[in-house]
């Protein structure tokens, strides 16, 4: 039954093959059952500039939201050799609602080949909720055309109900009824990438649904009752071929020359001979499916290389006649399917105990109750209470541990968890349709490892010296929380904190320092070093200043401030002598006058706190005033003192005769 695929590679042989074949016997509809259509000629459209009302058309604008209308039309194509021809156009379309009928009496390809509806080299065009039937070629016939739709339609007592070939891709095919056509329902030759999907088709001399030559294809979802083979794959590779029923046929499906296709969850049930039929093909895959009460036998093999199985978990196929048992009720029989027929050795490894149906039930996992643990204690989980409608095929329990992603498998794997912390742990269960549940659970792992404490090792510093502490080199499984540092430096008790610390010792000895950590858990532990402080035994230097030189009576400043010492001066004392008496000065720069000429020796002694000394001297030299400098001074006091008698002698004199001449003055003035 491969008439179509021949007629699909020559025009002379196809029109010989109609000859021969003859119209045959198909029902047609009646007139008078469709007066909600008007009559209409042909319709035949050659280019984008066709789209006009004298064309057919109805409306719209070519847009893909408002494509072309060719609505509401009965249209006859007797003696024209079609009914609607679209043909070079890449505008979007949409015939709806129409019928077309009879075409018959010319068969030119590709413009004229007695069909219903004929798109040549078109794009984006669709037929839908429209009648087509009782033509002598095809119903619906698709060359070189691609992102085309074709749906909702009735064809119906053709030769062949609706054919896509040449080369045509990514059309869809879908929703349409399909009866009583002579020889194949749905036809794919020589095309790709193309949708079948949701289909009726009845009633067919030949094939309900065939793939020629196709790949990339997609047939699901679809009804195939009353034909040769409900559904054909024919030198085709890499077709899907999923979700559709196909009973009361000569085979459910066959493939014949046919690799590397998908055939999962049909129906293939109560046919004449074979659900599924394999001749010449292999490195196809077969799950999934349901082969029960075919007469021949379930299935045929005659080529072998095919999986009848898709392996553990997914499974295999629902068998008619299948006895073995589920033990661990997972949903798949114990022991293999060996009953496919051809001697080739097939088997469905992991058959199913109840039909494959689009189980969307997630199974109901159950990880247990919340547990609390000791670290390096094993730990066993437990998911028994978990269940599913079918069966549970996979449990693995995942958790984050130290960075790192943790995954376990089985219903109660067990792990030990040697870092404490509070770890979520995830199950997840799958069924055999993919189907996931989970639940959590919290696992609280105690810290029962104690911290290793310790100080460092022990330490020398001189008296008042810089003591640096330091607890890096503890340890702890999780980590330190706290650094206590207690001891008693001679004064009083001391506490310091943290991992670094330091501490000035004001008195020479030996101090234990103990340092205690803790972790977050409460876990203790302690380690003690010794801290020799030792005492200050370096005297200072005294710096007495230079030497001076001075006048009698000149006030000298001494200046100590260049001594020094390791730990610092506490007191500088001046000593010296002068006319006769022993002085004591105090600080680093005091002051002190010589009234007695000569060399005098000053002693500086400087103490620091330990009590060590240091001392060193300096020199005064005290100058007497040079004689000449001493009989000037004496002439000019001298010298003063006489002109102050004589000046006041002078005015003595003054004074005595003013006196004597008013007194001679009055008694003359008596006289008178």
């Known amino acids: 039954m491969r008439l179509r695929a021949i007629l699909g590679l020559g025009i002379a042989s196809a029109l010989l093959m109609s000859i021969i074949m003859g119209i045959g016997s198909r029902g047609s509809l009646p007139e008078g059952d469709f007066p909600q259509y008007t009559l209409h000629p042909p319709i035949r459209i050659d280019s984008n500039a066709g789209f ?54 010319n068969f030119v390809a590709y413009y004229y080949t007695e069909s219903g509806i004929i798109f040549y080299n078109v794009s984006n065009g669709s037929v839908v909720g429209t009648v087509i039937d009782s033509n002598d070629f095809d119903g619906i016939c698709l060359y070189g055309s691609d992102r085309c739709t074709i749906s909702g339609n009735s064809v119906s007592g053709n030769e062949y109900g609706i054919t896509v070939m040449d080369f045509s891709e990514n059309n869809t095919v879908a929703g349409n009824d399909v009866r009583s056509n002579e020889y194949y329902g749905i036809n794919l030759i ?24 196709g790949a990339g294809n997609h047939v699901g979802n679809n009804t195939i009752t009353g034909c040769e083979n409900g559904i054909d794959v024919w030198d085709s590779v890499r077709n899907n071929i999923a979700g559709n029923l196909a009973v009361g ?12 296709n998908r055939i999962v969850n049909n129906n293939a049930s109560a046919n004449t001979e074979f659900g599924i039929r394999l001749a010449t093909s292999g490195g196809n895959t077969i799950f999934h499916n349901t082969l029960k009460n075919n007469t021949l036998g379930q299935a045929r093999d005659g080529s072998g290389g095919n999986a009848w199985d898709n392996g553990y978990p997914s499974g295999g196929n629902h068998w008619g006649g299948y006895s073995g048992l589920d033990a661990n009720r997972d949903g798949f029989g114990d022991v293999p399917y060996l009953d496919i027929l051809g001697n080739m050795g097939a088997r469905d490894r992991y058959p199913l105990i109840q039909a494959w149906f689009p189980d969307i039930t ?15 204690v094993p730990t066993a989980f437990n998911g028994t209470a978990s269940h599913d409608n079918v069966g549970i095929v996979d449990y693995s329990w995942t958790f984050l541990s130290g960075g790192e992603n943790v995954t376990l498998a089985g219903m109660c794997p067990i792990h030990n968890f040697t870092e404490p912390g509070v770890y979520s742990v995830t199950l997840y269960v799958k069924d055999s349709a993919g189907n996931q549940g989970l639940d959590t659970l919290s696992v609280a792992v105690k810290d029962v490892t104690p911290p290793e404490a310790d100080a460092g090792p022990d330490l ?14 503890s340890a702890d499984n999780v980590g330190i929380a706290e650094y206590a540092w207690t001891f008693n430096d001679g004064f009083a008790d001391i506490i310091l904190s943290g991992v670094l610390q330091s501490h000035h010792f004001l008195l020479a000895g030996s101090y234990p320092v103990t340092l205690e950590v803790k972790d977050s858990s409460g876990l203790a532990d302690s380690d003690t070093m010794l801290v020799t402080v030792m005492p200050d035994t370096q005297p200072p230097v005294a710096d007495a200043g230079p030497d001076q030189t001075v006048v009698l009576s000149e006030s000298v400043r001494f200046n100590g401030t260049g001594s020094t010492d390791d730990f610092g001066i506490s007191n500088h004392t001046w000593n010296l002598t002068c006319n006769g008496t022993a002085w004591l000065l105090y600080g680093p720069e005091p002051a002190h006058t010589f009234w007695e000429p000569g060399n005098h020796t000053v002693t500086l002694t400087v103490t620091d706190a330990a009590g060590n000394r240091g001392t060193d001297t300096m020199t005064v030299s005290v100058m007497s005033p040079t004689n000449d400098s001493d009989n000037s001074s004496t002439d000019d006091i001298l010298d003063s003192e006489s002109g102050h008698f004589v000046w006041a002698a002078a005015g003595g004199i003054v004074a005595v005769a003013a006196i004597i001449l008013v007194a001679i003055m009055i008694l003359r003035i008596r006289r008178k």
């Open 362 to 376: 997630a199974p109901a996992a159950d990880a247990g109750p919340d547990a609390a643990v000791d670290e390096d």
């Open 249 to 260: 046929n000569v085979n459910g499906i066959y493939l014949e020359y046919a690799s590397q």
């Open 190 to 213: 020589q095309s790709g990438w193309n949708i079948v999907d949701g289909n009726t088709v009845n009633g067919t001399f030949g094939n309900g649904i065939c793939i020629s030559e």
């Open 52 to 105: 006009t009302p004298a064309n057919g058309v109805t409306g719209g604008s070519g847009t893909e939201a408002d494509p072309w209308a060719i609505e509401g039309w009965n249209i006859t194509g007797a003696a024209h050799g079609f009914c609607i021809y679209i043909g070079n156009t890449t505008e979007h379309f949409e015939i709806r609602d129409c019928r077309a009928h009879h075409a018959s009496g």
């Open 460 to 473: 020398t510093v001189c008296l008042e010296g810089h003591c640096d502490f330091n607890g890096s080199a």
